[in-house]
């Protein structure tokens, strides 16, 4: 089966620019999650989908930071406008009930703020 | 609330040598802990898991690691270091309820010199 795919792999910014990154995941996967990966740090959550349904938000930063799920499938995480704090790797994984919870993870998008 | 403690951020073997990797974690309920090895420029992979039951857990390419509640650990080993192992590895703790979030650690990246 395909993996979880993300685009793009690289990005590079201005300051004050806005910047998306898109995540397809496993399909049947109804749970998704965008995960924010500091240099020298693990990841942490930004956000977690069930379906259409954002049920933990609480660690995205909403003045600036914003994501959807349209149609419960694929997602865009969006910054507007960037910081050159914001430069980092963004995840996305994907789980299902089938897959026992666990989270498969897409290659990431690294994203360098200027 | 969980958190994860590993130690050491660098751990240099020789190959062929016991590589050990060390995780502590801290949760309120009983925990679902899980490691994950993450090569340069890509997403994480789940090396193993351990949710109930026995509490050595054997993973991918010849780790394993033992859940040990009295000590809260969850220590990651492999007897003999490939060249191949080089990575970062994370340590993780989730609640067992459904699709629960990972709190990660810091990582620690294994060195493998010949």
């Known amino acids: 089966e395909a993996g979880v795919v993300q685009s793009p792999r690289y990005k590079i910014i201005e300051k004050k620019q806005p910047v998306a990154f898109w995540c397809n995941p496993i399909?049947?996967?109804?749970?998704l999650y965008w995960y924010r990966q500091n240099l020298g740090q693990g990841p942490e959550l930004l956000i977690r989908?069930?379906?259409?349904?954002?049920?933990?938000d609480s660690q995205l930063p909403k003045d600036r930071f914003s994501a959807e799920r349209l149609k419960g499938v694929d997602s865009t995480l969006k910054i507007q406008p960037a910081e050159l704090g914001d430069s980092a790797v963004y995840l996305c994984?994907?789980?299902?009930?089938?897959?026992?919870?666990?989270?498969?993870f897409g290659p990431g998008t690294r994203l360098t703020v200027t | 609330a969980q958190s994860v403690t590993q130690l050491g951020s660098h751990v240099s073997v020789s190959e062929g040598a016991l590589v050990l990797l060390r995780c502590n974690y801290s949760?309120?309920?009983?925990?679902?802990l899980f490691w994950y090895v993450q090569y340069p420029n890509q997403g994480l992979q789940l090396l193993l898991k351990?949710?109930?039951?026995?509490?050595l857990v054997k993973g991918i390419n010849g780790f394993e690691a033992e859940f040990k509640k009295s000590e809260t650990s969850f220590h990651l080993t492999k007897p003999s270091a490939h060249m191949s192992d080089a990575a970062e590895y994370f340590c993780?703790?989730?609640?067992?309820?459904?699709?629960?979030?990972?709190?990660f650690g810091k990582g620690t990246m294994l060195l493998v010199s010949p």
């Open positions: 993780a703790v989730s609640v067992p309820s459904g699709y629960s979030t990972l709190t």
């Open positions: 949760s309120s309920v009983p925990p679902y």
């Open positions: 994984a994907s789980s299902s009930l089938l897959s026992n919870y666990e989270q498969y």
């Open positions: 989908y069930e379906n259409e349904e954002a049920v933990d």
């Open positions: 351990y949710t109930t039951g026995a509490t």
């Open positions: 399909s049947g996967h109804n749970t």
